[in-house]
């Protein structure tokens, strides 16, 4: 049984920056599968806010240029570092991936293209 853990949300200022990290169970190698960062807010639909295909890597064109995803192999990890939080960035951040073996070098997958979840973690941003 796979499992993905976040952790590191919490309440900021706009500007401010968070780290999130995803651990997976050792049933799960971060290092070659199809992963990324998922939010809802209350009331919207889920968003792709960035995926790691190994080796590519897509954002969504709200966070470009402020989110960066990355995975550390060697603690089968995956992380999401956030900075110049706004507070649309405001949501529930889930940790997902794709079942091993998948790939998504090319595209984004859409939320309901991933099959493995985290619990989330939530993510605040006031002003």
């Known amino acids: 049984q796979v499992q993905l853990v976040e952790s590191g949300g919490g309440s900021v200022q706009v500007g401010g920056s968070l780290r999130l990290s995803c651990v997976a169970s050792s049933g799960y190698t971060v290092s070659t599968g199809c992963m990324g960062w998922i939010r809802q807010a209350p009331g919207k639909e889920r968003e792709g806010v960035a995926t790691h295909g190994t080796p590519t890597t897509n954002y969504a064109d709200s966070v470009k240029g402020r989110f960066s995803i990355s995975k550390d192999n060697a603690k089968n990890t995956l992380y999401l570092q956030m900075d110049s939080l706004k507070p649309e960035d405001s949501a529930m951040y889930y940790c997902?991936?794709?079942?091993?073996?998948?790939?998504?070098?090319?595209?984004?997958?859409?939320?309901?293209?991933?099959?493995?979840w985290g619990q989330g973690t939530q993510v605040t941003v006031s002003s």
């Open positions: 997902a991936a794709l079942f091993q073996g998948s790939s998504c070098n090319y595209y984004m997958p859409s939320a309901g293209e991933f099959d493995i």
